[in-house]
């Protein structure tokens, strides 16, 4: 059996085992078990990964598997991995397996909960293994629906109305998208040949200019509005104030990144002329995305709230970076993409932990809490650190990379977006060190807060997970830059031939 | 030096950007997606009428669609 098929049959298989459980301690139990193995499949992947690349394996896309399932449209399930996807695995594997910790001590329909949480996590790691367009748009549904139900049935606040915004946005989104990948199969053979899904295919035809400057702008919206591109973030804020913590972690931490994975992917890589062309629209709007969202933040008093709105902004970056278009900002992009989930994912889990406790997610009402749950205290100053681009830090790392790339354009265009863009850097640390004051320090609020209890083992695990990643990517980033940089070299000379200068700073 | 700082964070950055920013996002931006919304829901009201189950003001419907298209068939076309 194929490995990356693995990656969907055992949270399925978790999913039927769930189904079979009596009670919360056994359901949990079999979703702990069932994502860890996920977890250690992910790992064994990268290490693979790049065995197989010393080894001197140099193809695209590696353990590749192709199978036909809808002959009269041409339709494959198609899998196969490059440095970029094994690395967005690895992020998916650790932010599903920390959710699962993070909702430990979900009492209410605990099976119905942890069934809709692991299928949506399939629909990410579908998506992330697909080479065909059509398998990949399914499994991106596969991965939008259950968010709908989670939020509606486990949320908190106007539940309803976030589930119901959030889930019409992004199927909005979807039938943007829908639009784009049939312009681009029914243009997928000029020549007459057969018409194919298949990305690396396509990626060896030119999709005709006049078409791609109408199918471009679907396409990328399409994925731009589960990045949260300005102004279609407006689910963004709402629907993560209202999801239980682990759906908040893992929509931020992992969904939001497969717009910008697929922005990248799909519509920049299979149509760079078009893309050349339009760019200097979305960059506005990314630009506008980055700053915008980091000034909101600072205005907003509830934590998840601000986490959301650092989110918008946060994943603007990776939108801009996508949009500089060479080979350093695209690596800033990926880096971007897994930093940000993973320090957001532990934003919205101590966020849901504190919650737990204070029962509020107010700042004004609280204060102190360094000194009743230190661990939980010490772990948000370590988030917001990496938030803010501390050096050291995954955040650090991807920021600085990003900007290199985007310094590169020499024309006054890029240059004061690039300015634009950096100034959010000073933005994030106000509202982060402001968070974190106003929280943690100073004079315990509330006499209720007194007896308040640290961070459990469960809690601890989830987030020591996500620290150490964060650590590890800060500390030693080469790695990760070096099996994302192989793996750009066939689409940055894609879009070379379409007519671009290239520099590289690695 | 901290009255410049106070100014700058306070007065200029929290009050005068962010804010604004913040109302913006939730008012403009926000609103029109709301009103979108809104505008869909009340399209549906209007239109639901339509399908009242009444056989007579669906047969009145077909004749005079049916006369129209005749008329248009004969005279214009």
Redesign the interface.
């Known amino acids: 059996m194929n490995i990356l098929s693995l990656f969907v049959l055992i949270p399925v298989l978790t999913c039927i085992g769930i189904v079979f459980t009596k009670n919360m301690k056994q359901t949990r139990l079999v979703s702990a078990i069932g994502m860890s193995i996920q977890l250690i499949l992910a790992g064994l992947l990268v290490y693979l990964y790049l065995a197989e690349r010393q080894a001197g394996n140099m193809a695209e896309m590696l353990f590749t598997y192709d199978a036909l399932w809808f002959p009269t449209l041409n339709i494959h399930y198609t899998v196969g991995v490059d440095g970029i996807s094994v690395a967005m695995i690895a992020l998916t594997g650790i932010v599903v397996f920390a959710g699962i910790f993070a909702s430990w001590k979900m009492e209410f329909l605990s099976r119905e909960f942890f069934i809709s949480l692991i299928l949506l996590a399939t629909g990410v790691f579908g998506f992330f293994i697909s080479l065909d367009l059509f398998t990949m748009f399914l499994f991106y549904e596969i991965a939008v629906i259950p968010m709908y139900l989670l939020i509606g049935i486990w949320g908190s606040g106007p539940k309803e109305y976030s589930a119901m915004?959030l889930t019409?946005?992004l199927m909005g989104g979807s039938a943007l998208l829908m639009v784009g990948l049939l312009g681009i199969y029914f243009y997928s053979a000029p020549d007459g040949g057969q018409l194919t899904w298949n990305l690396l295919e396509i990626s060896k035809i030119n999709i005709p200019i006049e078409m791609q400057r109408f199918l471009f702008p679907f396409t990328f919206i399409g994925f731009g509005i589960l990045g949260a591109l300005?102004?279609f973030h407006?689910w963004s804020?709402d629907g993560h104030a209202s999801a239980p913590t682990a759906v908040s972690m893992l929509h931020a931490g992992v969904l939001m990144k497969l717009g910008g994975y697929g922005a990248f992917r799909v519509a920049i890589f299979l149509m760079p002329e078009a893309a050349q062309e339009q760019a200097w629209i979305f960059l506005i709007l990314t630009s506008i995305s980055v700053v915008?969202g980091a000034?909101?933040a600072?205005?907003?008093k509830d934590l998840k709230y601000i986490n959301a709105y650092s989110s918008v902004s946060h994943c603007g970056l990776v939108l801009f970076a996508v949009l500089m278009m060479n080979q350093t900002a695209f690596n800033g992009a990926i880096i971007q993409m897994i930093s940000h989930g993973l320090m957001t994912a532990l934003f919205f889990a101590l966020i849901g932990m504190i919650y737990g406790r204070t029962h509020t997610r107010m700042i004004n009402e609280m204060g102190g809490l360094m000194k009743v749950m230190p661990f939980l205290g010490v772990v948000y100053v370590i988030a917001g650190l990496a938030s803010l681009g501390l050096p050291g830090l995954s955040g650090f790392v991807a920021e600085m990379t990003i900007f290199f790339g985007a310094y590169q354009h020499t024309d006054t265009f890029h240059r004061i977006l690039t300015i634009m863009a950096t100034t959010s850097i000073v933005?994030t640390a106000?509202y982060i060190l402001r968070v974190v004051g106003i929280l943690l320090l100073g004079p315990i609020k509330n006499d209720h807060f007194l007896h308040l209890d640290d961070a459990k083992w469960y809690e601890r695990l989830s987030t020591i997970t996500l620290v150490v990643a964060i650590a590890a990517i800060g500390i030693a980033p080469l790695w990760l830059s070096d099996m994302i940089n192989v793996s750009l070299a066939p689409i940055v000379n894609k879009i070379s031939m379409a007519g671009f200068e290239f520099t590289s700073l690695f | 030096m901290d009255e410049v700082y106070l100014f700058v964070?306070k007065k200029i950055?929290?009050n005068l950007?962010?804010?604004p920013?913040?109302w913006f996002?939730r008012h403009i931006?926000?609103g029109?997606?709301n009103l979108i919304?809104r505008v869909i829901e009340r399209s549906a009201y209007m239109i639901k009428g339509f399908q009242s189950g009444r056989i007579q003001q669906y047969g009145y419907v077909f004749v005079s669609g049916t006369i129209v298209l005749v008329i248009i068939f004969i005279y214009i076309w």
């Open positions: 915004k019409l946005m300005f102004p407006t804020p915008y000034f909101g600072i205005w907003q933005v106000v | 964070t950055l929290f950007v962010s804010r920013v913040a996002d931006v926000d029109f997606m919304a």
